[in-house]
T-cell receptor, first 113, second 114 residues
């Protein structure tokens, strides 16, 4: 998985609680992305980062926030988890912004009860 | 609005047969078309990719055919093997707002039976 780790790999939480997912890379790639994967929807971008402390919203960003204080770490926070946020979350990285392969981490399976 | 339409959603092929997955896109600004392969419990991994100035790209048993005028592209897996059983995603990307916006199809679950 191209030097990308995600933690935790599995999590069960209750509605209304905050949850933080971590993505860690050892490739020193500038661009990092958070996606969610749901049946019938493929992968959808939540947030992305184009450098330390530089982040922006993707297409499904409501209810999520991100932070990137170091090149290697990109955190995704569900501010108050809802059942609709039950999903598999993938982190991805790329070296350049255009026409480049994105390398995906192993994913985090999140269940919100 | 689904900008990349992928079909079929599931596919069963006999070992040695040809697997074909089709995708269609709407936005002519897309400039990079990757295919990703995903095994259960794993993240997607790039399989093969093409740019719109090329009509076909072949890597081993995997071929992308690209029809720019029809805004369609397809993945062909020749001599399909049980180890090819996985979910395949087509995607289309463009540079927008300083990042690579990648739009994925909904995926095709391929099963290759012996």
């Amino acid at each position: 998985d191209a030097g990308i780790t995600q933690s935790p790999r599995h999590k069960v939480t209750e509605t209304g609680t905050p949850v933080t997912l971590r993505c860690h890379q050892t490739e020193n790639h500038r661009y990092m992305y958070w996606y969610r994967q749901d049946p019938g929807h493929g992968l959808r971008l939540i947030h992305y980062s184009y450098g330390v402390k530089d982040t922006d919203k993707g297409e499904v960003s409501d209810g999520y926030s991100v932070s990137r204080s170091k090149t290697e770490d990109f955190l995704l926070t569900l501010e108050s988890a809802t059942s609709s946020q039950t999903s598999v979350y993938f982190c991805a990285i790329s070296e350049r912004p255009q026409g480049e392969t994105q390398y995906f981490g192993p994913g985090t399976r999140l269940l919100v009860l | 609005q689904q900008q990349v339409k992928q079909s079929p959603q599931s596919l069963i092929v006999q070992k040695g047969g040809i697997s074909i997955i089709n995708c269609a896109y709407e936005n002519t600004a897309f400039d990079y078309f990757p295919w990703y392969q995903q095994f259960p419990g794993k993240g997607p991994a790039l399989l093969i990719a093409i740019r719109p100035d090329v009509s076909e790209k072949k890597e081993g048993r995997f071929t992308i055919s690209f029809n720019k005028s029809a805004k369609q592209f397809s993945l062909h897996i020749m001599d399909s093997q049980p180890g090819d059983s996985a979910t395949y995603f087509c995607a289309a990307s463009l540079l927008t707002g300083g990042y690579q916006k990648v739009t994925f199809g909904i995926g095709t679950k391929l099963q290759v039976i012996p």
